[in-house]
């Protein structure tokens, strides 16, 4: 059984522990980086540690951001409305709801959803500091817009225990969005739409 240089093994197994990535995808990509010129690799290792390096997390809304920076350009931007807070997931639905141009208050990202079985709890995600900018007092709504799959809904509802008694509107993204289905997939039509259909969090 022929065994692969050592470097090439190493790479490999790096790939595949990317999300979405098996053994044959990974070994695909090695080759191909073996047949390229020799700037690409370079390249793509400039970026890799330019992405650890050079960026961070907003200290108000943990959306990523450039680590000279403390506050993303979202949070720092006046023109927005402070009145809301649409809460996702991920850094990646901060990106897909403003492609949409609808949504013009702020965000506040969770870095995960409650899930028992993954042994993901409250203090596992930024619940805390949503909660206190909402104790603040200038927030009269907040958007859930977690995906809707059962542990969106569980967090969505673990939320709303948490937010309701703090006076505030809870309101939670329209079922425009299919059952099972992550918000980077989803079109900017459909995304309006459940925008615009925003429901009470009941």
């Known amino acids: 059984m022929a065994v692969l240089p050592e470097p090439v093994q190493n790479l490999i197994n790096a790939f595949e522990r990317l999300p979405g990535i098996g053994p044959k995808s990974a070994s695909r990509l090695v080759f191909h980086l073996l047949r390229t010129q020799d700037d690409v690799a370079e390249i793509l290792a400039e970026a890799l540690i330019a992405l650890k390096t050079s960026t961070a997390f907003c200290k108000v809304c943990f959306n990523?951001?450039?680590?000279?920076?403390?506050?993303?350009?979202?949070?720092?931007?006046?023109?927005?409305?402070?009145?809301?807070?649409?809460?996702?997931?991920?850094?990646?639905?901060?990106?897909?709801?403003?492609?949409?141009?609808?949504?013009?208050?702020?965000?506040?990202?969770?870095?995960?959803v409650l899930s028992p079985i993954d042994g993901i709890g409250p203090s596992d995600l930024k619940i805390a500091p949503l909660l206190e900018r909402v104790r603040a007092g200038s927030v009269r709504e907040v958007i859930v817009a977690t995906n809707p799959s059962m542990e969106g809904d569980a967090t969505a509802l673990y939320l709303r225990q948490q937010l309701v008694p703090l006076g505030v509107r809870m309101t939670r993204l329209a079922r425009g969005l299919p059952v099972g289905s992550d918000l980077e997939y989803a079109d900017q039509n459909t995304l309006l739409r459940a925008l615009a259909g925003r429901q009470e969090l009941t």
């Open 64 to 112: 990523i951001t450039l680590s000279t920076r403390e506050v993303c350009e979202i949070c720092s931007d006046p023109r927005r409305d402070p009145t809301s807070i649409c809460v996702v997931e991920e850094p990646m639905d901060v990106l897909v709801l403003e492609r949409t141009g609808g949504f013009q208050g702020y965000y506040h990202v969770l870095h995960g």
